[in-house]
C-alpha cells in the first residue's frame, strides 16, 4: 500500500485499559513517518510489526506529556538496535532541550544523529519536501503552542498505454509523457499528443493530522485546497 496509516494509540494524558496516547504511523510510497510518540508507542509499533529502523522522520506536534512522553524510551532503543541513519525530529522548540538534557544525565552518546528541526507552531510552515511528498505544520489553538500536520502527496506521473506506445519513440520521449506533458521535435512540430499514449495517474492523497485544538476556523482554508 502506498499510503497507510497506523492509528498507534489515540487516548487522552490519563491511562486507559487496552489504549495508548496518542502515536500515529504514516506510510507514503516507502517513507516512514512517526507522528506523535505517547508513552507505549513502541509496544504498539512492536504489536503491528512496523519497521522502526525506516522511520526517519518524527512529528511532535506539541509538548504535553501524551504526545511524546514515549519519545526518548524509542529514542535509547534504536540506540540499542545500533541505528546508524540520521533521524530528522519536527518540534516545537523546546524538545531539543528536553531530549539532551536526558542524555546528558545518562552520560549517552547515540549510535546515530537527531537532526532536530524546530518549528514556530503558530506560522504554517513547510517542514519537509522531496519529489514524492510535502509536509506541513497546521497552526492549532491549545493551551501549548501545538501545530498538526498535512501530509500531501504530490501528483503522480502518467501512466504510459503501453498498447499504443510505437517503435519510434525514444526513452526521453517516454520521460516527458509521463510528466503530462506533449512532445515536439526540434522545429516545433507535435510528434506524440500526451493524451493519445497516456492514462491518468494514480490518484494523490493527502492526510492531516490535527491533535489537540479548539475550533479554529483559519485551518478550513488550509485543509480545503486539498
Ligand atoms: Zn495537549
Given at each position: 500500500m502506498s499510503f497507510a496509516l497506523t492509528i498507534l494509540g489515540s487516548s487522552g494524558a490519563l491511562p486507559a485499559f487496552g489504549r495508548f496516547p496518542s502515536s500515529q504511523y504514516l506510510t507514503i510510497q516507502n517513507q516512514h513517518f512517526l507522528i506523535?510518540?505517547?508513552?507505549?508507542?513502541?509496544?504498539?509499533?512492536?504489536?503491528?510489526?512496523?519497521?522502526?529502523?525506516?522511520?526517519?522522520?518524527?512529528?511532535?506536534?506539541?509538548?504535553?506529556?501524551?504526545?511524546?512522553?514515549?519519545?526518548?524510551?524509542?529514542?535509547?532503543?534504536?540506540?540499542?538496535?545500533?541505528?546508524?541513519?540520521?533521524?530528522?525530529?519536527?518540534?516545537?522548540?523546546?524538545?531539543?532541550?528536553?531530549?539532551?538534557?536526558?542524555?546528558?544525565?545518562?552520560?549517552?552518546?547515540?549510535?546515530?544523529?537527531?537532526?532536530?528541526?524546530?518549528?514556530?507552531?503558530?506560522?504554517?510552515?513547510?517542514?519537509?519536501e522531496n519529489e514524492a511528498v510535502s509536509v506541513e505544520t497546521i497552526p492549532l489553538l491549545h493551551k501549548l503552542p501545538c501545530a498538526g500536520f498535512l501530509f500531501r502527496e504530490k501528483q503522480k506521473p502518467f501512466k504510459l498505454d503501453k498498447e499504443k506506445l510505437l517503435p519510434s519513440m525514444k526513452l526521453q520521449h517516454l520521460a516527458l509523457l509521463k510528466t503530462g506533458a506533449d512532445v515536439y521535435d526540434e522545429s516545433g512540430k507535435l510528434l506524440y499528443q500526451n493524451s493519445d499514449f497516456t492514462l491518468p495517474p494514480a490518484p494523490s492523497y493527502s492526510y492531516a493530522y490535527c491533535s489537540d485544538t479548539a475550533w479554529n476556523e483559519k485551518m478550513i482554508d488550509q485543509l480545503k485546497k486539498y
Open positions: 506523535d510518540c505517547g508513552e507505549g508507542a513502541q509496544m504498539q509499533l512492536m504489536k503491528y510489526k512496523i519497521p522502526v529502523h525506516k522511520i526517519n522522520r518524527i512529528f511532535i506536534s506539541h509538548l504535553h506529556g501524551d504526545h511524546y512522553l514515549g519519545l526518548m524510551g524509542l529514542l535509547f532503543s534504536m540506540h540499542l538496535q545500533k541505528r546508524v541513519n540520521d533521524l530528522y525530529l519536527h518540534a516545537p522548540k523546546g524538545l531539543d532541550e528536553i531530549i539532551l538534557l536526558q542524555l546528558k544525565y545518562s552520560k549517552s552518546t547515540l549510535s546515530y544523529t537527531i537532526r532536530f528541526h524546530l518549528f514556530d507552531p503558530e506560522q504554517p510552515t513547510t517542514l519537509f
